[in-house]
């Protein structure tokens, strides 16, 4: 489906509704490829759980909606950062909302988001009051600032919905100095937080399918349906 921005920007989602509601929806940000077959299975698989699921892209305003047409040169890292570049806060704000209000209209009452990657840092910064989430779990969303934008570590005072945050132990990108970081700045603004590191897993361990990372899929999953059950009615 496509849906519509704040700003007017038609951007492309993908919708799962379960067959027996739990009362449960969830926005799915992608990593930093967008919208994909990925994606869209784990909505299904949410909705198999009873949860309303909704994957949103991010690059309706520089790609348009027709994220199935898209190839590998599409993601190459030299064409992806023309479009990652375009990418603003106040616009991934915009449609993290626009993807919450199209589950509230399923009859979702409480909204959760869960993000990879590009999309845990998202996740994160979705945990802000204005969006009135019950909870955001992210995976592996880097909290510190990029280019000069201020991180969801940053950005800790303004956070106030639980967050769950699962980590790689060998994720080369984010030392375990940067997650002690968040972890503090989430403590001194007093946001609920759990924070659970894989020792040995890499950056992306839950959408490689690695059987050496089985264990460490398998548990986060339980988490993160544990997280949803656990808070119900935490909405703000």
């Known amino acids: 489906m496509t849906l519509t921005s704040a700003d007017g920007t038609l951007f492309a989602a993908y919708l799962a509704r379960p067959e027996q509601p739990s009362g449960v929806g969830v926005v799915v940000l992608p990593d930093n490829n967008g919208l994909s077959p990925f994606y869209e299975t784990l909505t299904a698989r949410l909705a198999e759980q009873g949860h309303a699921a909704l994957a949103i892209d991010y690059f309706g305003r520089t790609a348009g909606t027709d994220y199935a047409d898209r190839d590998a040169e599409f993601t190459a890292m030299s064409n992806l950062m023309r479009h990652l570049g375009k990418l603003t806060p106040a616009g991934l704000g915009d449609d993290i909302t626009a993807a919450i209000g199209r589950l509230r209209s399923t009859g979702a009452g409480d909204v959760f988001s869960l993000g990879f990657c590009f999309g845990g840092r998202q996740a994160f910064r979705s945990a802000a009051t204005r969006f009135g989430l019950a ?102």
């Not at 590191?197 to 349906?225: I, K, M, N």
């Open 135 to 236: 909870g955001a779990v992210g995976f592996y969303g880097f909290p510190g600032p990029i280019n000069g934008t201020p991180g969801p570590t940053q950005l800790a005072p303004e956070l106030t919905a639980p967050i769950l945050a699962l980590w790689g132990g060998a994720d080369d990108g984010i030392p375990s100095t940067t997650v002690d970081g968040f972890d503090e700045a989430l403590t001194a603004a007093g946001c609920p937080h759990e924070f659970v590191t894989y020792p040995g897993a890499p950056h992306s361990f839950f959408e490689l399918g690695a059987q050496d990372f089985a264990a460490a899929c398998a548990d986060s999953w339980r988490r993160v349906l544990g997280f949803f059950a656990a808070h119900r009615g935490s909405q703000i």
